[in-house]
């Protein structure tokens, strides 16, 4: 059974301040990690994707990848309270498979 | 303007009576899905079509049926809806189901409640 496992939080972060969103999975082979954001009653938007370890930057935002330990992350680098919002983790056990998701989590960042 | 749609946003009935749910991208993607998602449950995935008329099930797809006769549509149709299928339903398509990064593209959701 393909898991993706987070914290349902909420994660309170102030304003200006780092957030960081864990992930894990448990399918050792999985080849794709990505990051949502879901602004309520809203659809998800890709924030960033991920497959090699490591670190990936884009803007303010960090995706860090550890295969070894099967743990994904994001790091929000000045947090805004336009930030504030449920960050999905999703997962590709396979190159030619569906998305698993993780059920999120929310983070209120406080002017 | 690249993006999926769904029809209708809102939609309340009574349990029993068919109704689909449209989805249409104009991306000209191959790969397309539906996902449900609920209070603590998350996005679950019920059926997806990786071309036309390629469909395989998701994760929960007991209740609901789909089609993919063209490429750019792929309706969800409830033959029976019951009040445990209320939820929020979105659409979603990728350029393909392969390779790393293949980002999903989602339509706006439907609010479906079944009295």
């Known amino acids: 059974q393909k898991e993706v496992e987070q914290n349902s939080g909420p994660l309170s972060v102030p304003e200006g301040a780092i957030a960081s969103l864990n992930c894990t999975y448990s399918d050792r082979g999985s080849q794709s990690f990505f990051w949502y954001r879901q602004y309520s009653g809203k659809s998800p938007e890709l924030i960033m994707f991920?497959?090699?370890?490591g670190d990936k930057e884009d803007g303010r935002f960090t995706a860090q990848l550890n295969k070894a330990s099967q743990y994904v992350s994001l790091l929000i680098r000045d947090s805004q309270p336009s930030d504030s919002a449920t960050y999905l983790c999703a997962v590709k056990p396979q190159e030619y498979s569906t998305l698993t998701f993780g059920k999120g989590t929310m983070l209120l960042v406080s002017p | 303007e690249a993006q999926v749609t769904q029809n209708p946003r809102y939609l309340i009935t009574v349990t029993g009576k068919k109704l689909t749910v449209t989805c249409s991208q104009n991306?000209?993607?191959?790969?397309m899905s539906w996902y449900r998602q609920d209070p603590g449950l998350g996005l679950r995935q019920i059926y997806y079509?990786?071309?036309?008329?390629?469909?395989d099930k998701g994760d929960v797809p007991e209740g609901y049926k789909v089609s993919r006769k063209e490429k750019r549509n792929f309706p969800l149709i409830l033959e029976s809806p019951s009040p445990n299928q209320t939820s929020l339903y979105f659409c979603?398509?990728?350029?393909?189901?392969?390779?790393?990064?293949?980002?999903?593209?989602f339509g706006p959701g439907t609010r479906l409640t079944v009295l």
């Open positions: 979603a398509s990728s350029l393909y189901s392969g390779g790393a990064g293949n980002e999903q593209f």
């Open positions: 991920i497959y090699s370890n």
């Open positions: 079509s990786m071309n036309v008329e390629v469909t």
């Open positions: 991306m000209n993607h191959e790969y």
